[in-house]
């Protein structure tokens, strides 16, 4: 038991004596500066680094990082610039020094979160052991320019409340205050970009286009967003391609084989411009022109583009970047750098060989670079860390440590009573823990003497500029402001274009076009080709009667009743109205045979009224050839009701005048073929039949078969009369004038007993067709009713097939037909006799058997 306790407490000595040890040197910061306060700093000092596989057995080796990044660079210059310009005002910021530590993340996520653990826990450099239990040293972070690394250090920092400002990653997924809730950002979230970047290609035209992003969080959390509203504003992408600085060559070709596969001429491009630098030098390499970039800001404003080559096949980009507003003194600051200013600083000096070309110390290997003074001056360079004309990015730098510095004046000097009252974060001592500052960052707002006001919150009201990349006469790169884009406005008004020449690709002053397929004209629809997206479609012609009025009409319009579509469909137009007028020629013929008939039939009567006492004449029943031949001739002039435009009047006319002139006619025929036989029967001994059919029962037959008629007709007008209707149905581009029978049995019983007394009389006078040779008027009739059943037979087939105005024109032909074969037969013979045969117009040779 004493053997126990002696252990027990023997370890607990050594527990309070256990201090942490470094397992190997602490990288330095490459840049440091001391004060009350400290200000971490994480940059991509270099664009990219060489890729090694850790074994696991040993200590991972020290990542090498290669490629200065200008750009980069430029913004730690500016977060300097920043901090020492606060320090020179102190009093205005309760009299707070501020350091800073500075660390290269070489664009690796791995070294971005092993300087945010370097920033959590800063040691002296000097000292190897220490506390473990120390509290971190730094206020807040400034970084990373890129949102995948943002990402890694906004997770590694955020268990321990330490703020996290970034001036570039705009990935919407930033924006989760749940998964981050320490991070704040002077730069608006790519959600607005990517809804902008649409509604911009939406406003010149370009609906068929490739997309390339960035194979990180920032490009394909942008790229998701931008997808979902181009497909909401029916825009297409034809590819979709990812690219990263990492990648191997081949993989970038795959995607520049694509682009030069491609139909579309306009290209998305949502990647950081050390990523689509690595594109822009292989489509240098393949010669690949004539494309419309259109790109997101983080490379939008990148100067000096992969040389002066980059820049000509660049000319002409449009893309979005935010406002830009230069710094007062910043430029004289950046352009006087020295590398006697920080002579220790080893980066510096890479820096200064690489811009100048030159080696600083003789060094092995470098026979072929001159040595540096370093008395040259960066006033005398053009590259991007000397480009002071674009300060957006640096001005957000240069907001987010001034908004550092406003928050930790209202903690100090306890502006936020609520928090004071709340008794959390009110701190009047110059030791703050990160933790303290957070609401403070999140209320801070001021404004600068220019009138920029800053805030970290995220506000829905963004305001970026539309930069249209633009050559001078000497080959130089500008970013010309063309127009703006205000979430604040209106959907349609948002867009602000200003009168400034807009320059395309292969310095155009056209917009170009980017479509899968031209637009469809008025007059046709648009039908998907299948497999393709809904912007490749090919333009198909309206089908008749139907039309479309607009340009690219997904469906076309059928036309009313009573219009049809025209040639080109695009309008409808009134249909021709079809019948069977008196001025066509057809009509003309018809009423010209008419009259001819009615003129003929009038002619015989008065023939055979100058020769009613001939024996001819009063043979055959002179006042039956009267009213037969009366009856003709309406038979000829009813014809004419069927031509013009049908009336109600017109209408009624037709088949009631029709049906009772023809029943007329035929019952005289039937009352002619009676007598006929009658007179051979009455010839017979003792047979007294003529005194059952005289002229008053001839009269009352020839009536009452025309009164049964007339009785039909009249029920027909009572119970559903004909009347005018527009066939619209029988042609697709005419309207029919014709006449609705009304009632259909009214009408089959006028044309059935017609029917019933033409084969009546047609049997009669096949009865009588072998009577005596110069008296058989019978043999005539039979031909005439001969003829009248095979014109009427064979017009139903002909009236059935028959359509519009010739479906008038075969009746009119039936009737008239019929009745010149009635009048021939029966009265061409006698007319013969009369007129050129005078000397067999007597008894004697009627008589003759």
Same mark, same amino acid.
């Given at each position: 038991?004493?053997?126990?306790?002696?252990?027990?407490?023997?370890?607990?000595?050594?527990?309070?004596?256990?201090?942490?040890?470094?397992?190997?040197?602490?990288?330095?910061?490459?840049?440091?500066?001391?004060?009350?306060?400290?200000?971490?700093?994480?940059?991509?000092?270099?664009?990219?680094?060489?890729?090694?596989?850790?074994?696991?057995?040993?200590?991972?080796?020290?990542?090498?990082?290669?490629?200065?990044?200008?750009?980069?660079?430029?913004?730690?210059?500016?977060?300097?610039?920043?901090?020492?310009?606060?320090?020179?005002?102190?009093?205005?910021?309760?009299?707070?020094?501020?350091?800073?530590?500075?660390?290269?993340?070489?664009?690796?996520?791995?070294?971005?979160?092993?300087?945010?653990?370097?920033?959590?826990?800063?040691?002296?450099?000097?000292?190897?052991?220490?506390?473990?239990?120390?509290?971190?040293?730094?206020?807040?972070?400034?970084?990373?320019?890129?949102?995948?690394?943002?990402?890694?250090?906004?997770?590694?920092? *955020?268990?321990?409340?330490?703020?996290?400002?970034?001036?570039?990653?705009?990935?919407?997924?930033? $924006?989760?205050?749940?998964?981050?809730?320490?991070?704040?950002?002077?730069?608006?979230?790519?959600? /607005? +970009?990517?809804?902008?970047?649409?509604?911009?290609?939406?406003?010149?035209?370009?609906?068929?286009?490739?997309?390339?992003?960035?194979?990180?969080?920032?490009?394909?959390?942008?790229?998701?967003?931008?997808? +979902?509203?181009?497909?909401?504003?029916?825009?297409?992408?034809?590819?979709?391609?990812?690219?990263?600085?990492?990648?191997?060559?081949?993989?970038?070709?795959?995607?520049?084989?694509?682009?030069?596969?491609?139909?579309?001429?306009?290209?998305?491009?949502?990647?950081?411009?050390?990523?689509?630098?690595?594109?822009?030098?292989?489509?240098?390499?393949?010669?690949?022109?004539?494309?419309?970039?259109?790109?997101?800001?983080? #490379?939008?404003?990148?100067?000096?583009?992969?040389?002066?080559?980059?820049?000509?096949?660049? !000319?002409?980009?449009?893309?979005?970047?935010?406002?830009?507003?230069?710094?007062?003194?910043?430029?004289?600051?950046?352009?006087?750098?020295?590398?006697?200013?920080?002579?220790?600083?080893?980066?510096?000096?890479?820096?200064?060989?690489?811009?100048?070309?030159?080696?600083?110390?003789?060094?092995?290997? @470098?026979?072929?670079?001159?040595?540096? @003074?370093?008395?040259?001056?960066? !006033?005398?360079?053009?590259?991007?860390?000397?480009?002071?004309?674009?300060?957006?990015?640096?001005?957000?730098?240069?907001?987010?440590?001034? &908004?550092?510095?406003?928050?930790?004046?209202?903690?100090?000097?306890?502006?936020?009573?609520?928090?004071?009252?709340?008794?959390?974060?009110? +701190?009047?001592?110059?030791?703050?823990?990160?933790?303290?500052?957070?609401? /403070?960052?999140?209320?801070?707002?001021?404004?600068?003497?220019?009138?920029?006001?800053?805030?970290?919150?995220?506000?829905?009201?963004?305001?970026?500029?539309?930069?249209?990349?633009?050559?001078?006469?000497?080959?130089?790169?500008?970013?010309?402001?063309?127009?703006?884009?205000?979430?604040?406005?209106?959907?349609?008004?948002?867009?602000?274009?200003?009168?400034?020449?807009?320059?395309?690709? *292969?310095?155009?002053?056209?917009?170009?076009?980017?479509?899968?397929?031209?637009?469809?004209?008025?007059?046709?629809?648009?039908?998907?080709?299948?497999?393709?997206?809904?912007?490749?479609?090919?333009?198909?012609?309206?089908?008749?009667?139907?039309?479309?009025?607009?340009?690219?009409?997904?469906?076309?319009?059928?036309?009313? $009743?009573?219009?049809?579509?025209n040639e080109e469909r695009n309008t409808c137009i009134e249909k021709e109205i079809e019948f069977l007028s008196f001025v066509e020629i057809m009509g003309i013929f018809l009423i010209t045979i008419s009259?001819?008939?009615?003129?003929?039939?009038?002619?015989?009567?008065?023939?055979?009224?100058?020769?009613?006492?001939?024996?001819?004449?009063?043979?055959?029943?002179?006042?039956?050839?009267?009213?037969?031949?009366?009856?003709?001739?309406?038979?000829?002039?009813?014809?004419?009701?069927?031509?013009?435009?049908?009336?109600?009047?017109?209408?009624?006319?037709?088949?009631?005048?029709?049906?009772?002139?023809?029943?007329?006619?035929?019952?005289?025929?039937?009352?002619?073929?009676?007598?006929?036989?009658?007179?051979?029967? &009455?010839?017979?001994? *003792?047979?007294?039949?003529?005194?059952?059919?005289?002229?008053?029962?001839?009269?009352?037959?020839?009536?009452?078969?025309?009164?049964?008629?007339?009785?039909?007709?009249?029920?027909?007008?009572?119970?559903?009369?004909?009347?005018?209707?527009?066939?619209?149905?029988?042609?697709?581009?005419?309207?029919?004038?014709?006449?609705?029978?009304?009632?259909?049995?009214?009408?089959?019983?006028?044309?059935?007993?017609? *029917?019933?007394?033409?084969?009546?009389?047609?049997?009669?006078?096949?009865?009588?067709?072998?009577?005596?040779?110069?008296?058989?008027?019978?043999?005539?009739?039979?031909?005439?009713?001969?003829?009248?059943?095979?014109? #009427?037979?064979?017009?139903?087939?002909?009236?059935?097939?028959?359509?519009?105005?010739?479906?008038v024109a075969v009746e009119i032909f039936a009737i008239l037909a019929s009745s010149f074969g009635l009048l021939f037969c029966i009265f061409a013979p006698k007319c013969y006799i009369i007129l050129l045969?005078?000397?067999?117009?007597?008894?004697?040779?009627?008589?003759?058997?």
């Open positions: 038991m004493l053997l126990l306790n002696a252990i027990f407490f023997a370890s607990f000595a050594r527990a309070e004596n256990d201090v942490c040890k470094l397992w190997q040197a602490k990288d330095p910061a490459l840049y440091s500066r001391d004060g009350d306060i400290i200000i971490g700093g994480i940059f991509s000092f270099h664009r990219n680094f060489q890729v090694k596989t850790p074994r696991f057995t040993t200590m991972p080796e020290a990542l090498k990082c290669e490629n200065i990044n200008y750009r980069e660079f430029r913004l730690v210059q500016t977060m300097i610039f920043a901090i020492e310009e606060i320090n020179r005002n102190s009093e205005r910021f309760s009299g707070i020094t501020l350091g800073y530590r500075i660390y290269d993340a070489c664009g690796s996520i791995t070294q971005s979160i092993k300087s945010a653990m370097l920033l959590l826990n800063l040691q002296d450099e000097s000292i190897t052991e220490q506390n473990c239990v120390k509290p971190s040293s730094v206020i807040a972070i400034i970084g990373h320019s890129e949102s995948s690394l943002t990402i890694g250090i906004a997770v590694t920092i *955020g268990q321990f409340h330490i703020p996290l400002i970034s001036h570039s990653s705009g990935c919407e997924c930033l $924006s989760n205050k749940k998964e981050f809730p320490t991070f704040f950002r002077t730069i608006p979230s790519n959600y /607005y +970009q990517s809804m902008a970047l649409a509604e911009l290609l939406k406003y010149f035209g370009w609906s068929w286009v490739g997309t390339i992003q960035s194979d990180n969080d920032y490009g394909n959390y942008g790229m998701a967003t931008f997808l +979902q509203a181009a497909q909401r504003d029916s825009m297409c992408i034809e590819y979709s391609e990812s690219i990263h600085r990492t990648y191997p060559r081949e993989k970038i070709l795959e995607t520049v084989k694509v682009i030069k596969a491609s139909s579309s001429k306009v290209i998305v491009v949502f990647a950081t411009f050390v990523d689509f630098e690595f594109l822009v030098k292989e489509l240098l390499l393949q010669n690949v022109t004539g494309i419309q970039w259109v790109g997101s800001e983080s #490379w939008i404003t990148a100067k000096n583009f992969a040389g002066e080559k980059g820049n000509e096949m660049l !000319r002409g980009a449009i893309g979005l970047a935010t406002s830009n507003s230069l710094i007062a003194g910043l430029t004289e600051f950046l352009l006087s750098l020295r590398p006697s200013d920080n002579p220790e600083n080893s980066f510096f000096k890479a820096f200064w060989e690489d811009v100048f070309n030159c080696t600083l110390i003789n060094k092995t290997g @470098t026979l072929n670079k001159s040595v540096c @003074t370093g008395s040259e001056s960066l !006033r005398d360079v053009n590259n991007q860390f000397t480009d002071v004309t674009d300060m957006r990015i640096p001005n957000n730098v240069y907001k987010a440590v001034y &908004a550092i510095a406003y928050a930790i004046q209202n903690l100090i000097m306890c502006k936020n009573r609520e928090e004071q009252y709340l008794n959390k974060t009110c +701190q009047k001592s110059k030791i703050i823990q990160p933790w303290q500052l957070l609401p /403070y960052l999140k209320t801070v707002n001021f404004t600068f003497k220019n009138g920029e006001n800053v805030q970290l919150e995220e506000d829905a009201n963004v305001r970026y500029e539309v930069i249209n990349w633009q050559l001078t006469a000497e080959g130089k790169t500008e970013f010309i402001t063309v127009g703006y884009y205000d979430t604040s406005l209106l959907v349609n008004q948002r867009f602000t274009m200003n009168n400034i020449r807009i320059i395309y690709t *292969g310095n155009q002053t056209q917009v170009p076009t980017s479509i899968c397929s031209d637009d469809c004209p008025p007059g046709t629809r648009k039908a998907v080709k299948k497999g393709k997206p809904i912007c490749c479609f090919d333009c198909i012609k309206c089908a008749e009667g139907e039309i479309s009025k607009h340009i690219n009409s997904i469906d076309c319009v059928k036309c009313p $009743s009573e219009f049809w579509s009259l001819a008939g009615a003129t003929l039939s009038i002619t015989i009567a008065f023939i055979f009224f100058n020769y009613k006492d001939t024996p001819v004449v009063r043979a055959n029943n002179s006042e039956l050839s009267f009213l037969l031949l009366f009856s003709l001739t309406l038979c000829f002039l009813c014809s004419l009701t069927f031509i013009g435009q049908p009336s109600e009047w017109s209408c009624i006319m037709r088949h009631t005048t029709f049906g009772v002139t023809f029943v007329l006619c035929i019952s005289c025929v039937l009352g002619k073929t009676i007598v006929v036989l009658m007179a051979f029967r &009455a010839t017979l001994p *003792g047979n007294n039949i003529m005194k059952w059919f005289g002229p008053i029962q001839q009269r009352l037959s020839v009536c009452s078969l025309t009164l049964i008629q007339i009785f039909i007709c009249i029920m027909w007008l009572i119970l559903s009369p004909p009347f005018p209707n527009k066939n619209t149905s029988a042609y697709k581009e005419k309207i029919i004038l014709e006449c609705n029978m009304g009632s259909t049995i009214a009408f089959y019983s006028v044309i059935g007993y017609i *029917g019933v007394l033409s084969f009546l009389c047609f049997l009669l006078a096949f009865l009588a067709r072998k009577l005596p040779d110069n008296f058989n008027e019978a043999k005539f009739i039979t031909f005439s009713m001969l003829i009248f059943c095979a014109v #009427w037979i064979t017009f139903i087939p002909a009236y059935i097939s028959s359509l519009g105005k010739y479906t045969k005078p000397e067999k117009n007597t008894r004697k040779h009627v008589m003759g058997k």
